[in-house]
């Protein structure tokens, strides 16, 4: 089963040195996956266009990605644009990939310099050419970088990941048989579709965050969370912090993970 518990930082401040000394770094999340989620909300309640949330959630998505990279996480994996999300207003639309560009232009030198790899899940061909441009070249600098792979999901949606993963395998079994009039009839396995999913090669997500108090998974990384803690908080994504990261992980530390079986107790 996956466990799901609301977080919230204390009410009393905590400091960030004390949260740091809470954390097992021999027990991290091998991969962290984010819902970010909130940023009209955020807007909203400060009388300002959705936009002006979607670019104060920048500051959360750079010190999201700092904190994980300092902290020896394998991957982390950002919900940045769905495959649903084309139903929004143009205007919107065309703010949020011009954000994107900004971002990476900013960023870029910052991430390669701290050896992430970038990569790209979901269908990101479909978005305008000057972001694809700006992803090429973002994709082929850090390529080769052996440090935190930041997965960054754009155009994307769960349900498609697996079909286009089931349909690789079909056509890789297509290939096989061609020319030899005999087909493969082997059942597909689970890893076989593991290995066929925009993840590929990376672990499966430890722990789930998600902002903005929404108890749903939203069509991400369906087949990949089937065993990861979950871990929601009511602060929108634009005032989510390197704080609320660290206390993820600790409460994340904190749990039992059985993956089925029975705890330690016998339960």
Request: overall charge neutral; proline content about 3%.
């Amino acid at each position: 089963m996956t466990s799901l518990q609301l977080g919230a930082l204390h009410t009393a401040p905590v400091a960030e040195s004390d949260l740091l000394s809470q954390i097992d770094v021999s027990s991290l999340p091998r991969h962290i996956a984010i819902i970010m989620d909130g940023n009209g909300r955020w807007a909203h309640r400060r009388r300002l266009p959705r936009i002006a949330g979607h670019r104060a959630g920048a500051q959360a998505v750079r010190e999201a990605v700092e904190t994980c990279s300092r902290l020896g996480v394998q991957a982390l994996s950002l919900y940045a644009f769905s495959a649903e999300n084309w139903k929004r207003p143009k205007t919107e639309i065309d703010t949020l990939m011009a954000l994107l560009r900004e971002y990476l232009q900013r960023e870029l030198a910052e991430i390669h310099r701290n050896n992430i790899r970038l990569q790209i899940l979901g269908h990101y061909e479909r978005l305008p050419r000057e972001v694809r441009t700006d992803l090429d070249d973002a994709l082929v600098l850090t390529s080769g970088n052996t440090g935190m792979v930041l997965n960054v999901a754009l155009n994307y949606s769960a349900r498609a990941e697996i079909a286009d993963a089931v349909n690789s395998i079909l056509l890789e079994r297509a290939h096989a048989a061609n020319g030899t009039g005999t087909a493969i009839q082997a059942n597909i396995t689970e890893e076989m579709i593991s290995n066929h999913l925009y993840t590929r090669g990376l672990p499966d997500p430890d722990l789930l965050i998600r902002t903005s108090g929404e108890m749903r998974v939203s069509n991400f990384l369906l087949w990949q969370i089937a065993y990861a803690e979950i871990w929601v908080t009511d602060t929108c994504w634009p005032d989510f912090t390197k704080k609320h990261l660290l206390q993820a992980v600790i409460d994340f530390q904190k749990r039992e993970r059985r993956y089925g079986g029975l705890g330690s107790n016998g339960a």
